[in-house]
């Protein structure tokens, strides 16, 4: 079974920066796209970030230009890395993965496994 369990959440004041990590066990697909979503109380669950195999990443608009998705492919662990943090990126953040690159990255039917999810609060 593939299991994703996140860690690195918290609370932090606006501007501040946190590093969120993912770490994956029994997943060894070697084409994937692994992603960042979040979802804010009240709001749908949004794609942020993703990687592929091939290495591209991928950022929605809000979170371009401040956050940055790797993939440790030796610990088999996402990273995601938040700088500039704002009150509005408050939320429960959930990583995933997909056994094949996902052109349309953003759309959470593509990913096969979810973690659990790590809080986000930025005051």
């Known amino acids: 079974d593939v299991q994703l369990v996140e860690s690195g959440g918290g609370s932090v004041q606006a501007g501040g920066s946190l590093t969120l990590s993912c770490e994956a066990s029994g997943y060894t697909s070697v084409s994937y796209c692994m992603g960042w979503f979040r979802q804010a109380p009240g709001k749908e669950r949004e794609g942020i970030a993703a990687i592929n195999n091939e290495g591209r990443t991928d950022y929605a608009d809000p979170v371009k230009d401040r956050f940055h998705v790797t993939y440790d492919a030796a610990k088999a662990t996402l990273y995601l890395q938040m700088d500039s943090l704002q009150p509005a990126d408050t939320a429960m953040y959930t990583c995933?993965?997909?056994?094949?690159?996902?052109?349309?990255?953003?759309?959470?039917?593509?990913?096969?496994?979810w973690g659990q999810g790590t809080q986000v609060t930025v005051s």
């Open positions: 995933a993965a997909s056994n094949r690159i996902l052109p349309e990255w953003y759309i959470l039917a593509g990913y096969a496994y």
